[in-house]
């Protein structure tokens, strides 16, 4: 997996902006843009402030046969985005799931009732619907 790739990835999980992490290694946004669209590699001091911000080893970022290893949602947004089918709206119903399950507006019997339900829109979709 390429430094932009890692880097997009990480920033998500972090939840910063890429003007907010460039500005956290001390480098412009410009220099940052240059790295993450991988026109430019960042020096190893850079890329050691870098790694040190995303909690990761500046080995890692570099290697480019290391592989991030992704959580099921990114994934799944990324099989969206490579098949080029719009994401938005599956991202969308994550983070409002997210959200209804943290926030604990419904019971956990109810949370129950939601997979199941999630469950069978799944295999009707697929033409598999058991009872």
């Known amino acids: 997996m390429k430094l932009s790739e890692k880097l997009e990835y990480l920033l998500t999980r972090k939840r910063m902006?890429?003007?907010e992490f460039a500005q956290s290694v001390g480098i412009t946004y410009r220099a940052f843009n240059y790295?993450?669209?991988g026109r430019r590699r960042?020096?190893?001091?850079?890329?050691?402030?870098?790694?040190?911000?995303l909690g990761v080893t500046a080995e890692?970022?570099?290697d480019d046969s290391a592989e991030l290893?992704?959580?099921?949602?990114?994934r799944f947004i990324k099989t969206l985005h490579d098949s080029g089918k719009s994401s938005s709206g599956?991202?969308?119903?994550?983070?409002?799931?997210?959200?209804l399950f943290a926030g604990n507006s419904i019971s956990d019997e109810d949370k129950e009732f939601l997979?199941?339900?999630?469950?069978?829109?799944?295999?009707?979709?697929?033409?598999n619907k058991t009872k």
Do not use: V
């Not at 290893?69 to 990114?74: F, R």
């Not at 969308?92 to 959200?99: A, D, I, P, Q, Y």
């Not at 997979?115 to 033409?127: A, F, H, K, P, T």
């Open 17 to 19: 902006s890429k003007t």
């Open 35 to 37: 790295y993450s669209t």
């Open 42 to 53: 960042p020096r190893k001091d850079i890329l050691a402030r870098m790694a040190d911000k």
């Open 60 to 62: 890692f970022l570099s």
């Open 69 to 74: 290893e992704l959580s099921a949602e990114e």
């Open 90 to 99: 599956a991202i969308r119903f994550l983070e409002e799931t997210k959200g």
């Open 115 to 127: 997979i199941q339900c999630l469950n069978e829109i799944y295999l009707d979709s697929r033409g």
